[in-house]
């Protein structure tokens, strides 16, 4: 039965496997020569790279710590401007209005602060008030960063202060 139906189709399996080996070998080849190809492209490149990346990382690691932004107890301390000690401290309550802050921006809730004046606003910004702690709770802002930061937000809710240099 088997033997009746090979010559009658004329394909032995062997032949189906030769047909599909000659098939395959070509791609084969091709995507072996092309993995070839790529791989001694890489190579070249990252020869190059390694030499230049690890020239440079070298250069990093020895350059001289003077040089690194290290902080320095002794440094006269950079005092911050009104936005950034807004943007540090102040913005955590008075950008969502949280605990019935007077939010950044809104006249209406600035103006009845503003009308206290500036230093009456300092005042309670440095010491506290009611669910405003003192300072915004950042105990290390100096008096001249509170004033600053005051003039900033008050500024913002429609007044025109200006922080004492
Ligand atoms: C933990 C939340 C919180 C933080 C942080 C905070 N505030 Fe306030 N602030 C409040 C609240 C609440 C009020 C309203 C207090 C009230 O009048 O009852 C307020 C009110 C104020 C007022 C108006 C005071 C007045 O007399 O009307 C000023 C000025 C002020 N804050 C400045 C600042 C500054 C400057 C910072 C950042 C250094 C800051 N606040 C950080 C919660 C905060």
């Known amino acids: 039965m088997s033997k009746h139906h090979e010559e009658k189709s004329k394909t032995t399996p062997m032949q189906v496997v030769l047909a599909s080996a000659g098939g ?3 791609p084969l080849i091709t995507i072996f020569l092309v993995v070839q190809l790529v791989l001694s492209i890489q190579h070249s490149h990252v020869d190059k790279d390694t030499d230049e990346t690890l ?5 990093e690691r ?9 902080a320095d107890a002794n440094a006269p301390k950079v005092v911050k401007s009104g936005e950034e000690v807004f943007n540090a401290v102040c913005t955590a309550c008075h950008t969502s209005g949280a605990l019935n802050a007077p939010k950044f921006g809104n006249k209406g809730d600035w103006a009845p602060r503003i009308a206290q004046g500036y230093d009456t606003l300092v005042k309670h910004a440095i010491e506290g008030i009611r669910a405003m702690p003192a300072r915004g709770g950042a105990a290390d802002l100096s008096d001249q960063e509170m004033q ?3 003039a900033y937000m008050a500024d913002a809710g429609g007044a025109k ?5």
């Not at 020895?62 to 290290?70: A, C, D, L, Q, S």
């Not at 202060?161 to 240099?165: H, L, N, Q, V």
């Open 24 to 26: 395959l070998i070509p």
């Open 55 to 59: 020239a440079k990382t070298v250069a």
């Open 62 to 70: 020895i350059k001289p710590v003077g040089e690194e932004k290290v």
């Open 148 to 150: 600053r930061a005051v």
């Open 161 to 165: 202060f200006t922080a004492p240099k």
